[in-house]
């Protein structure tokens, strides 16, 4: 019953915005943190970003700072990922996920997990 879906993932060039959604249902929605991932070729998981739903505090990756803003609206149960100013290494699948992590991007935390959106930035 616990399912996380993302969309929003596309192709754009380098400079470009996308905005991903993780639409979230079966549990209680603001009893949990929601964390962004991405997983890019050759390389391993990599922590994006994280949102608490009851208190709206954030984290970011400090390659992403100043570029990605999360977001949360409780009552639509969905997070959001504003991604400006892309750029090719930002080429990965993005997951969602749902956890109370001690540590906002360690994904070991995290027990639910959407099933990733492609997103690829061109040159």
């Known amino acids: 019953e616990v399912q996380l879906v993302e969309s929003g993932g596309g192709l754009v060039q380098a400079g470009g915005s996308l905005r991903l959604s993780c639409a979230a249902s079966?549990?209680?929605?603001?009893?949990?943190?929601i964390g962004w991932f991405r997983q890019a070729p050759g390389k391993e998981r990599e922590g994006v970003s994280c949102?608490?739903?009851?208190?709206?505090?954030?984290y970011y990756a400090d390659s992403v700072k100043g570029r990605f803003t999360i977001s949360s609206d409780n009552a639509k149960n969905t997070v959001y990922l504003q991604m400006n100013s892309l750029k090719p290494e930002d080429t990965a699948v993005y997951y969602c996920?749902?956890?109370?992590?001690?540590?906002?991007?360690?994904?070991?935390?995290?027990?639910?997990w959407g099933q990733g959106t492609q997103v690829t930035v061109s040159s």
């Open positions: 996920a749902a956890g109370f992590p001690e540590s906002g991007l360690d994904s070991s935390w995290y027990d639910y």
């Open positions: 079966g549990f209680t929605f603001d009893d949990y943190a």
């Open positions: 949102i608490s739903s009851s208190d709206g505090s954030t």
